[in-house]
């Protein structure tokens, strides 16, 4: 049961542009999104996250949008540089007492110059 | 500051054994927490430890078991190691049992033949 979904395995994008990443869920409970940035041999690093209770979240070049009635998030990244190029997990939890997140299977951002 | 440092990095067992895998977090923080990463796919949630008590447990055989220590180090075990064990063991650590403070290491890469 894939509770967090992103369906695209890869992207492509230019320099300068704009890459935008998505993905969804399917559990109502989940109440805060994360989106991680993992490089080969490392692991994940937070980028950023969105609460349920709000819609957007901005850091820098980094944008999450979170679209409830839909259960859909995105990620906006502008400009996006060749140093962006990675893979990115979208990740979910909710308010059980610990912490546990359930990931999505990831998207592969590769940003030419 | 040092980040969670987990050892070793690589790992190769045969179907059968059992491994040990060892986690140190970040100095100050008590809660850690074990996600296995299968190839192509995102991390998923094994354990979470905190204060040396099991806070939470995800959907993994009993063969998996892990403790705390009392410096707040951790250890994941796994018995009968079976083919499909192969994969990238992930350790994050944060300062709560609750919230989404993580920060991760860089990964035990576990080869079982």
């Known amino acids: 049961d894939q509770q967090v979904k992103q369906n695209s395995p890869s992207l492509s994008v230019q320099e300068g542009r704009i890459s935008i990443l998505n993905c969804d869920y399917t559990?109502?409970?989940?109440?805060?999104f994360l989106w991680y940035k993992k490089y080969p041999a490392e692991g994940p690093t937070f980028l950023i996250s969105?609460?349920?209770?709000?819609d957007k979240n901005e850091d820098g070049r980094f944008t999450v949008f979170l679209n409830k009635s839909a259960k859909h998030l995105s990620l906006h990244i502008v400009p996006s540089q060749p140093g962006d190029s990675a893979v990115y997990f979208c990740?979910?939890?909710?308010?059980?007492?610990?912490?546990?997140?359930?990931f999505g299977t990831g998207t592969r951002l590769l940003v030419s110059p | 500051d040092a980040g969670v440092t987990q050892s070793p990095t690589h790992l190769i067992k045969t179907r059968g054994q059992h491994v040990t895998l060892r986690c140190s977090p970040i100095?100050?923080?008590?809660?850690v927490s074990w996600y296995q990463q299968v190839l192509g796919q995102g991390p998923q949630f094994i354990f979470q430890y905190y204060e040396k008590e099991e806070r939470g447990r995800g959907n993994f055989p009993d063969r998996f078991s892990a403790r705390q220590f009392p410096n707040y180090s951790s250890e994941l075990n796994v018995n009968a190691l079976l083919l499909g064990d192969s994969a990238l063991y992930l350790c994050?650590?944060?300062?709560?049992?609750?919230?989404?403070?993580?920060?991760f290491g860089s990964g035990t890469r576990l080869t079982v033949v």
């Open positions: 100095s100050g923080h008590k809660s």
């Open positions: 559990n109502s409970m989940f109440d805060y």
């Open positions: 990740a979910a939890s909710a308010n059980t007492g610990f912490q546990k997140l359930v």
């Open positions: 994050a650590s944060s300062l709560w049992a609750a919230g989404y403070g993580y920060t």
């Open positions: 969105i609460s349920s209770i709000k």
